[in-house]
């Protein structure tokens, strides 16, 4: 793992996408195709900005996404399809993309992903890091050993309190309790691993994940074990490490 610091979130995310492209293009001229899993929330706003606008032949390129919630409709304004749809599968060219659908049989839904995903290994995953420390939607104590890509989890009252923080939704009792979430052994598997986090407000949960040794109650500190794991920071984000 490394960690990478920069003045603002517009610094950090086209470092950041810069490096997906490149990691993105390699896979592509090697293997004439590239799979790569996608994020959602304000920690990818920049990273996904600046990665539409770079030089990759997305018609070669195959997504997935991270999360979603169950029950919540495509149309909700804190739907990760939707965020996806509009920010990215818009305006490029993608070979395919698979997104969650959780609304009517999570069940299968999962086990729909879990045989797609097993068919292509992960060049490159864009994550972030929760308030609370979550990879994905692996909430602490979060589960480090299940062979599943992807897994239904219950959501913590403070991985609820940010969604309702950032605005997603209109209050606490409208956010879903449960989702369908890639598990960490699946998000580990993938060959690089680009991770974006940025504000004041996640600067003790990087602290916390970067700072400690491994451990299922800071779930992105598994990131340290990662040998292609890249960590971009804008300074805010960095302000509380011991040698930022």
């Not at 603002?8 to 896979?27: N, R």
């Not at 293997?31 to 920690?43: F, H, R």
């Not at 400690?212 to 990662?226: D, E, F, G, K, R």
Request: hydrophobic share 40%.
């Amino acid at each position: 793992m490394q960690v990478r610091i920069y003045n603002t979130a517009l610094e950090s995310g086209k470092a950041a996408a810069k490096y997906t492209a490149e990691i993105l293009a390699k896979a592509i001229n090697k293997n004439g195709a590239a799979n790569i899993i996608l994020a959602t929330g304000t920690s990818q706003f920049e990273i996904l900005n600046q990665l539409i606008k770079a030089d990759v032949d997305w018609n070669k390129v195959t997504m997935f996404h991270l999360d979603e919630y169950i029950s919540l409709p495509a149309t909700h304004a804190a739907s990760f399809r939707k965020y996806l749809q509009e920010r990215f599968i818009s305006k490029v060219d993608l070979k395919d993309a698979y997104l969650i659908n959780g609304e009517k049989n999570p069940e299968q839904e999962r086990n729909r992903l879990n045989e797609i995903i097993l068919k292509h290994p992960v060049d490159v995953a864009l994550v972030g890091i929760g308030e609370n420390g979550h990879l994905a939607f692996n909430d602490p104590p979060a589960d480090f050993k299940t062979e599943e890509p992807y897994i239904i989890v219950e959501l913590d009252d403070a991985c609820r309190q940010q969604q309702m923080n950032e605005g997603w939704f209109q209050s606490i009792d409208e956010i879903p309790a449960k989702a369908i979430s890639m598990s960490v052994k699946q998000i580990m598997k993938s060959k690089n691993i680009v991770c974006s986090v940025q504000g004041k407000r996640k600067a003790a949960a990087v602290k916390n994940c970067l700072g400690n040794s491994v451990n299922n109650l800071y779930p992105a500190s598994i990131l340290q074990t990662h040998t292609n794991c890249i960590i971009y920071l804008d300074k805010d984000a960095a302000s509380l490490l011991s040698h930022p």
